[in-house]
């Protein structure tokens, strides 16, 4: 069993900067992608951006590309989320989660490619 627990969610103004931390714990997350997603209120969550460990495999949405950097920390059992530039339209509860590398090496970008999820962390931008 995998525990995911995220951190360094907060409030911050437009144009600011935030880092996301998330911790596993259970066992090592070596093999596993890596993702974050996030849901605001009234939406359905989304992909963020997602990670293999090697770094072969790394995907970020459209709305986050070159703002945002996904990383992990191998001898940590952490990843992070590097939040730059961020806008009002960011705000919602990030969430961590660890899956199967699929096939030809992918990392998933779909909620259901993921089988641990974290409890999520608020971000909220104001304008």
């Known amino acids: 069993q995998v525990q995911l627990v995220e951190s360094g969610g907060g409030l911050v103004q437009a144009g600011g900067s935030l880092r996301l931390t998330c911790a596993a714990s259970?066992?090592?997350?070596?093999?596993?992608?890596m993702g974050w997603f996030r849901q605001a209120p009234g939406k359905e969550r989304e992909f963020v951006a997602a990670?293999?460990?090697?770094?072969?495999?790394?995907y970020y949405h459209d709305s986050v590309k070159g703002r945002f950097t996904i990383s992990g920390d191998n001898a940590k059992n952490t990843v992070y989320l590097q939040m730059n530039s961020l806008e009002p339209e960011d705000t919602a509860v990030y969430y961590c989660?660890?899956?199967?590398?699929?096939?030809?090496?992918?990392?998933?970008?779909?909620?259901?490619?993921?089988?641990?999820w974290g409890q999520g962390t608020q971000v909220t931008v104001s304008s």
């Open positions: 259970g066992r090592t997350l070596g093999s596993d992608a």
């Open positions: 990670m293999s460990w090697s770094g072969d495999s790394i």
């Open positions: 989660a660890a899956g199967p590398i699929l096939g030809n090496g992918r990392v998933g970008v779909f909620t259901y490619e993921y089988d641990y």
